[in-house]
């Protein structure tokens, strides 16, 4: 069993940038993939990023290639999400993800969810 628990939202005016953490319970955790995704009000949950288990893979969305970076340290379980030159877009809540083999752009099949933190940008 895996629990994550997110962390380092909140409200950011635009252009301006945030860092969320994503802590991970177990000792299995450098052997998970991870992935962040983002759900905004009244729409569905959109895939932002994932990282493969070293940390030598990572893919993102289109919308945030270049603004956003994924990036895990196995040594504390964590996993976090680097976002740059926010857009009143991004507003959304951020969960984070973990699989044992991949995190699918759906979202389908993953293993363990955290319970999300919200980023809010202003314009």
């Known amino acids: 069993q895996v629990q994550l628990v997110e962390s380092g939202g909140g409200l950011v005016q635009a252009g301006g940038s945030l860092r969320l953490s994503c802590a991970a319970s177990?000792?299995?955790?450098?052997?998970?993939?991870m992935g962040w995704f983002r759900q905004a009000p009244g729409k569905e949950r959109l895939f932002v990023a994932r990282?493969?288990?070293?940390?030598?893979?990572?893919y993102y969305a289109d919308s945030v290639k270049g603004r956003f970076t994924i990036s895990r340290d196995n040594a504390k379980n964590t996993v976090y999400l680097q976002m740059n030159s926010l857009k009143p877009e991004d507003t959304a809540v951020y969960y984070c993800?973990?699989?044992?083999?991949?995190?699918?752009?759906?979202?389908?099949?993953?293993?363990?969810w955290g319970k999300g933190t919200l980023v809010t940008v202003s314009s």
């Open positions: 177990g000792r299995t955790f450098s052997s998970y993939a």
């Open positions: 993800a973990a699989d044992r083999t991949t995190v699918t752009t759906t979202g389908n099949g993953v293993d363990y």
């Open positions: 990282i493969g288990w070293s940390g030598g893979s990572t």
